[in-house]
């Protein structure tokens, strides 16, 4: 049974997916749009069934779900970040073209 985890939109898990967390995550070669990737020790399934909507996953415990919070940038007041660029014109192309891409902190 898949579980939910909401995810402040704009988010779109595709568009994170090519962009920047695509090396961990696979597509599943089955149907309904899942990805697979391994999270340490655990073996977990992702997918969203539309743009800004909750990502779900599927795995043996919800405990997984801190690491995806952190992987997909789950906390972040997204609109605010994008209103800081809102008097840039580039950075504000590139925010529209992108909308959704959540792009995780790798860390030090």
Known sequence: MPYGLPIEPPFNLELTLRHDQGHRWRPDR??????????????V???????DCPL???????EIAEKLRWQFRADDTIG???SKF?????????????????IAYRGC
């Open 45 to 51: 399934r992702i997918r969203q069934r539309g743009v």
């Open 80 to 82: 605010a970040i994008y």
């Open 86 to 102: 809102a008097d840039d014109p580039g950075m504000r192309e590139l925010t529209e073209r992108y909308r959704g891409l959540r």
């Open 30 to 43: 089955g149907d309904g749009g899942w990805y697979t990737s391994v999270l340490g020790e655990d073996l």
């Open 56 to 62: 779900e996953y599927e795995a043996q415990t919800q």
